[in-house]
């Protein structure tokens, strides 16, 4: 069982950035990939963004391309999110999740471990 706990979240401006978090604890971290996800309230959880394992692959949804970045450090058994030019619409709780399989994998019920999320408010 792979323990994560998400950081980084908080209140930002229109057009500004931050970098989200995900530090896992417990199994080897490196034979996951890993997802992040968001919710916002009254919305069902949506996919962001996916790492393979050693970070060959990575997959963003449609609406944060070019915006977002996901990375990993499996020496530091952390993945990150790298999140410019927000907008309003990406205010939601920012959840990371781990699954044995392809990082290719959008859908919640495909992973596997989540975290507890981070807050991410972006103010107009």
């Known amino acids: 069982q792979v323990q994560l706990v998400e950081s980084g979240g908080g209140l930002v401006q229109t057009g500004g950035s931050l970098r989200l978090s995900c530090a896992a604890s417990g199994r080897t971290f490196s034979g996951y990939a890993v997802g992040w996800f968001r919710q916002a309230p009254g919305k069902e959880r949506e996919f962001v963004a996916s790492i393979s394992r050693q970070s060959g692959g990575t997959y963003l949804a449609d609406s944060v391309k070019g915006r977002f970045t996901i990375s990993r450090d499996n020496a530091k058994n952390t993945v990150y999110l790298q999140m410019n030019s927000l907008k309003p619409g990406d205010t939601a709780v920012y959840y990371c999740?781990?699954?044995?399989?392809?990082?290719?994998?959008?859908?919640?019920?495909?992973?596997?471990?989540w975290g507890q999320g981070t807050q991410v408010t972006v103010s107009s």
């Open positions: 999740a781990t699954r044995g399989g392809s990082y290719f994998a959008t859908t919640p019920s495909d992973y596997d471990n």
